[in-house]
């Protein structure tokens, strides 16, 4: 009996459902479309024949991906109850979209995509070498969600029935209005609303609407890179972690009731929690590097693990340590997936 306290329904999130394809490559495939090692970009035209070379020259993985839907995926893991986490993003109607809704169901998840007839459901290219991935999204039919899909009446009553709401920055570039009216009934609420700075492009290029988001957010998630990124992009003269996570909790808040917490991830580094006055570092448990097959989805299943715990009202402590453990047991298997059933121990 791993969580008999929760409700359906009870945490909602927006993203984009994406397929992941997988594989490992040389670095020359990476050159030829200028790419770097960590990279995480929205696919330009040039980037198009990506998808077909990997499938067609280098044995690819189809992974259910979508870093949100990554992340409510391995919630439900580790609730072990179907049905807590709703899902809303756009797909096409095509053999990837059944794919994605399969995985996402068989892991409990309450999916109710969007659907754009005409438009193939978005894939995400993972481009592997090492321990490396560099991500190109192709966000297709994702970027099609909008608004009117929330105020469908069922989708209505789901995002006011939740209790917690988490969106990632990835999603700012496909419908911020979407994210303002949920942040905004969160707010009328008094209701947790989580974020994820998501990728360095996000702070580059989306700061406008992130910025509009911000007063909203209850507890921002976020690697050190994304950190750095939002810091350069706010001219912050620092490149200390602590003291970009203490700016970020000090940004404009609406509610001042319930300041503001960032969790910033370091990869095998402590995971940082920072709240108005206070830094607190939580261990992380160092993996042999033979046990490690890829780390891609580690920040998803980070967030997962916090919110399998958050929305069972546990100490941020205790949501924390699950989230590192969610990230290490995802590190162990291939993109964001996982084996047998989850061990956590608070
Ligand atoms: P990706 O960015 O790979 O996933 P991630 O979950 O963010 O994983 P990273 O490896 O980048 O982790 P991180 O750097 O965030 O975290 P950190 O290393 O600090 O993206 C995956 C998904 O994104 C894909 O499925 C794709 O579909 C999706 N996606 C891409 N573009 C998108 C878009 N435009 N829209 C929507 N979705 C999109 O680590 C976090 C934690 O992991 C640590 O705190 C620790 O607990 C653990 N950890 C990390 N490294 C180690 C280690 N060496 N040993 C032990 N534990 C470790
Ligand atoms: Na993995």
């Not at 993003?89 to 309450?110: F, P, T, W």
């Not at 503001?260 to 992380?284: N, W, Y």
């Not at 993996?287 to 980070?302: Q, W």
């Amino acid at each position: 009996d791993r969580s008999s306290t929760v409700r359906e329904g009870i945490l909602v999130g927006c993203g984009n459902p994406l397929l992941d394809i997988s594989a490992s490559v040389p670095m020359d495939f990476l050159k030829k479309y200028e790419m770097n090692e960590d990279d995480a970009i929205l696919a330009e035209e040039r980037h198009m024949p990506i998808y077909r070379e990997l499938v067609d020259g280098f044995q690819a993985e189809f992974l259910a991906g979508g870093s949100v839907q990554n992340s409510l995926r391995i919630a439900q893991w580790i609730l072990g109850q179907p049905k807590v986490a709703v899902f809303f993003g756009c797909v096409g109607e095509d053999e990837y979209a059944d794919i994605l809704m399969e995985k996402a169901r068989s892991a409990g998840l309450d999916v109710h995509y969007q659907i754009k007839k005409d438009v193939p459901t978005g894939t995400c290219a993972v481009l592997i070498t090492g321990t490396h991935r560099s991500l190109c999204a192709n966000l297709a039919a994702a970027n099609n969600f909008t608004i009117d899909h929330l105020d469908q009446p069922h989708n209505k009553t789901l995002v006011e029935n939740a209790l917690y709401y988490y969106i990632s920055g990835f999603f700012l570039t496909v419908n911020p209005p979407s994210i303002m009216q949920v942040a905004a009934t969160a707010l009328a609420k008094q209701r947790p609303f989580l974020m994820n700075l998501s990728a360095p492009f996000i702070s580059q290029f989306y700061m406008a609407p992130l910025l509009a988001v911000m007063p909203y957010v209850d507890i921002i998630f976020g690697n050190e890179a994304e950190a750095h990124a939002f810091a350069t992009a706010q001219g912050w003269p620092t490149e200390d972690l602590r003291e970009i996570g203490k700016r970020l909790v000090a940004l404009d808040k609406l509610n001042p009731a319930r300041p503001r917490i960032a969790i910033l991830t370091q990869g095998c580094d402590p995971v940082l929690l920072i709240q108005r006055d206070s830094v607190e570092e939580f261990p992380v448990t160092r993996l042999a590097v033979h046990e490690i097959v890829d780390t891609n989805g580690a920040g998803d299943a980070f967030v997962g693990g916090f919110l399998s715990q958050f929305v069972q009202g546990k100490s941020l402590d205790v949501c924390i340590r699950c989230g590192n453990y969610a990230a290490g047991h995802i590190i162990k298997n291939p993109g964001c997936t996982y084996t047998g059933e989850p061990q956590f121990v608070e």
